[in-house]
């Protein structure tokens, strides 16, 4: 009988394979004789009687042979041609596969050369540029011939397309995978394929690549777009932003300060506010709190104000006395203002500095009324009073710092009494010329000082004898020059004044390691002065001579601020359109084309009428009817006053008499009762001794009578 067996669709006949024609003993040899002879089907088994499979045994032949013994596991001409007929014959192969080996050390050898090889291609690019900059002059770059570089790079930057290694395809029967396996030397490794040359070359191609694409100290500032903000037509001696990069503060020798808001504004670039602080003093010095809540005015006058957000006024600091000498017993300023700054740590605190020699530290809970501490400035060599020009707080806050008039850089402890100085640089900048500002950088190490002597000076806290780096030619005209470091504090920046053939005051960039230029830009056609990189923004913002606030950005590095205002479209004023009907008169037209019967009435006469209406004239209530009351001078008698005057004054009988008989009268009575001068003198002068006049006594001595007789 022959059997069949079928997989769904598909269906075979097994006895056509011939599987029972070979002998039990061919068969006991190539095969495993199974210990149980009582389990189901499988491949390459032997089977029960009474069970079914392939290569089918007799349970006779199955008792007969040895139960424990096994033999090797081989393959059987049958199996096989099962496994062809199945498709299993790719899932195991007749020989064993070798797994993959890789050679690590050999690997990072070859990584590590053409890296080098690399490495010391691009160093000798980059001494080649440095030769020619070396040689040829600095060139102002323009964006034109930025974009073209950019554009030159990208093509050069291009990666070769590389052919990609051809990968075996699946095969598709599985005849033809059992016969390529056989044939082709890949099928014998296990495991990842090792990373070919053309590989290798390519990743360090791609290296080289970001590489060449990072983008320099230069490419960072952000100076592609520009916008004006209008402050006036006089210079602009300070300028802050709030710590959150909204609003923006400026305040010029106009007196008058104005007030920003980027979210607010539209393309029109106009100011929310406009005030003066400080009557007709100049604002040397405008600052945000650490919570941009407050703003610290400094002025030319000796009281410093601190206003809300909205520019409205918080309180104004004492003014001290000027004629007490000791400093330390006034209450406040007695000089004209130079500059301030507010505590980066105690949000109530704030430093100002005058020219009356001293820091003064206040507290916003005092309400500017005394002051919590007073620093006097004096200077080491003779040891006479100096006047600070520049002040600041360090990064942390511990230290204060003060720049004087006579070149010298002090800085106390915040955590001491402020009698010693903690660091003390003499002749930091020539004697003379203001100081006119002090920076920390980022890292609170380093300090940057700006001077009227044309320099640029930077400093370590930790090595406080002599300046790091120093940048000269940096002319200036105005005692509020400022300077700052860049958000990544790999850059400091400073403006300078026009000179007599210049066109317009530049904003220079200086490397803080090398103090080299890095670079420089025209601002405006005027002066540079104030000039702060915000570092949340990435904007920079530059008050110039010309009463004109430059904001520069880069729409693809910068955040909100000038962003803001620039997309929104720019408010029109309201207008109201209206039709004045007028009155045409015709006398003589027919009653059917006249338009309107009614007579148009005078204004003059309205206004007339409307006069006489107290309501509608706002005519002021008339004073009291009242005689005495009310303003008006009345008759004597209407009231308790005026009657006891006109008693007592007025009416008065003895008025005729002359004053000098009414005194005289009483003479007699004096003479013969004395009572109050000559009682006291009866006992040692009873006779009146009057002085005796003498014949040379001049007249005007003499009296009236003796001299005219």
């Not at 024609?21 to 032997?46: C, H, R, Y």
Request: with cysteine; proline share 5%; hydrophobic share 30%.
């Amino acid at each position: 009988m022959k059997r069949g067996l079928g997989f769904g669709k598909i269906g075979m006949n097994l006895g056509s394979l011939k599987l029972a024609d070979k002998k039990p003993e061919e068969e006991l040899a190539n095969k495993p004789v199974a210990e149980d002879s009582g389990g189901g089907g499988g491949f390459g088994k032997i089977m029960g009687a009474d069970s079914g499979g392939f290569g089918k045994i007799s349970a006779a032949n199955t008792s007969s042979a040895p139960s424990t013994k096994t033999v090797p596991d081989q393959r059987n001409e049958e199996d096989v041609d099962i496994a062809k007929v199945m498709g299993f014959s790719g899932f195991a192969s007749g020989k064993p596969k070798k797994a993959q080996q890789f050679d690590v050390e050999a690997m990072f050898a070859t990584a590590a050369k053409s890296a080098q090889e690399a490495n010391l291609v691009n160093n000798q690019k980059l001494e080649d540029e440095g030769r020619q900059h070396l040689d040829s002059d600095f060139i102002l770059p323009t964006a034109s011939s930025e974009s073209s570089k950019k554009s030159s790079d990208s093509e050069k930057k291009k990666p070769e397309k590389v052919q990609k290694p051809e990968v075996d395809k699946t095969k598709k029967g599985s005849d033809d995978s059992d016969s390529d396996s056989d044939d082709s030397s890949d099928d014998d490794m296990i495991g990842p394929v090792p990373p070919s040359s053309t590989q290798n070359e390519n990743e360090d191609e791609g290296e080289d690549s970001e590489g060449e694409k990072e983008e320099s100290v230069v490419d960072k500032i952000p100076r592609s777009h520009e916008i004006k903000l209008v402050h006036g037509d006089k210079a602009i001696t300070s300028l802050s932003l709030d710590p959150s990069g909204a609003r923006v503060i400026s305040g010029g020798i106009d007196y008058d300060l104005k007030l920003w808001d980027f979210a607010g504004m539209d393309p029109s670039l106009r100011s929310f506010r406009k005030i003066r602080p400080c009557e007709s003093h100049v604002l040397n010095s405008l600052e945000y709190s650490t919570t941009g809540d407050k703003i610290l005015v400094v002025s030319g006058n000796a009281q410093p104000k601190v206003l809300d957000r909205d520019g409205g006024e918080l309180f104004e600091c004492v003014k001290g006395d000027q004629y007490v000498l000791d400093q330390a017993r006034n209450k406040g300023h007695t000089a004209a203002g130079s500059c301030g700054a507010w505590h980066p740590k105690i949000k109530s605190e704030f430093l100002t500095s005058a020219a009356d020699a001293t820091l003064r530290l206040w507290l916003v809970e005092d309400n500017g009324r005394k002051t919590k501490q007073v620093i006097k400035c004096k200077s080491r060599k003779n040891g006479l009073r100096t006047n600070p020009t520049a002040c600041t707080y360090s990064r942390d806050g511990l230290l204060v710092c003060g720049a004087c008039i006579d070149g010298s850089i002090k800085m106390w402890d915040h955590r001491k009494n402020f009698v010693n100085v903690a660091l003390n640089m003499e002749g930091a900048h020539q004697n003379g010329s203001e100081i006119t500002c002090v920076q920390f950088g980022y890292d609170n190490r380093l300090v940057a000082t700006r001077s009227n002597d044309e320099t640029l000076k930077l400093w370590d806290v930790r090595m406080f004898k002599k300046y790091i780096n120093c940048a000269n030619g940096l002319f200036s005209r105005f005692a509020q020059t400022e300077c700052c470091f860049s958000p990544d504090d790999r850059l400091i920046l400073t403006g300078t004044s026009m000179e007599k053939g210049d066109k317009a005051g530049k904003l220079i960039f200086f490397d803080k390691e090398t103090f080299d230029k890095a670079f420089e830009m025209e601002v405006g056609n005027s002066h540079v002065i104030r000039a702060a990189w915000h570092p949340k923004l990435n904007q920079i913002m530059v008050g110039s001579g010309d009463g004109v606030v430059r904001v520069y950005y880069d729409p693809e590095r910068s955040i909100r601020g000038a962003k803001l205002c620039m997309v929104k479209k720019r408010t029109e004023a309201k207008q109201v359109n209206y039709i004045a009907t007028q009155r045409i008169i015709t006398p003589y037209a027919l009653p059917l084309f006249k338009e309107g019967n009614e007579r148009q009435k005078s204004t003059y006469r309205q206004m007339v009428k409307d006069r006489k209406d107290p309501t509608r004239s706002k005519n002021p209530e008339p004073p009291q009817l009242i005689k005495g009351t009310g303003g008006k001078t009345a008759q004597g008698g209407s009231t308790l006053h005026s009657w006891m005057a006109k008693q007592i004054a007025v009416k008065n009988k003895d008025d005729h008499i002359d004053p000098r008989e009414r005194i005289l009268r009483h003479a007699k009575d004096a003479a013969e009762n004395p009572y109050w001068v000559d009682n006291a003198y009866q006992k040692t002068q009873p006779k009146p001794i009057f002085r005796e006049i003498g014949d040379d006594e001049p007249p005007e001595k003499m009296t009236k009578k003796e001299t005219f007789g």
